[in-house]
């Protein structure tokens, strides 16, 4: 995963050229979140590359700066990972504005949550190790957005994915909700933004579309570990099933995602 390049978009791209920029055609673009949801690993998985968007402002009642974990006896319970979270400039703090409260006790916490819920799984003692740098951070940082980001990272990397990140915060796109996701989707060069569920109830397609990117809906449902994929943390699913098999499970449904592209000519 490659670090980002900066761009300034012109006053008025409608009638510029697409650039040629090696990132990819499929985008996605999502806040980071804390251990995130299956159905936001799966979308990020699908695209071939990320945008971090890190410069909107912070929602406490989003997963920016939470999880939901849930037991791997059955008992559903999902209990809430939470990181205490200061903002600096109140409810107007950006994402990557906010700051951690209190590192020392936030490590702890996602420690001993995560540990609690998942340390009988044959598949805690790699992830431990691994989990190691997001925890490390903690002592590093006390921006809320670097945490995040790289337990994202992390969990991407234990499914094999390939994509590049690049930040919001560096690309110069102005404009409000639809007009500046479409704009950062042109910036990168992307020909398909994926959009899910939420977004497909307020994004305007017309302002891709002057940019000739297919606005193509993201969902993932079924069975299994697909049953919670809206509510619960994916660490719950590569608990439950191992890296190996999440990463097919990501693919087979990257497959079928991007086989309803009319792009792709299927």
Known sequence: MTPTRLFSAPDSTAGSLRPDLPYGEVCAIHQPNLFPRLVTLAKLFTADYWIVLDDVQFARRDYQHRARLASLDGSWQPQWLSISTHLPYGRSTSIRGARLADPTRCRRRVAQLLADHYRHSAYWPPFKRRLESVLTAFESTDRLADVTELS????????????????????LAPGERSQRLADLAWLTGATTYLCGTGGMRYLDPAAFRVHSIEVLPFQARGSGIWASAREVSAVYALMLVGSGALGRELEALRGRVLEDDPRSGA
């Open 152 to 171: 994202t990272r992390l969990l991407l990397e234990e499914v094999g994915w390939r994509g590049q990140i690049l930040h919001s915060s560096d690309l």
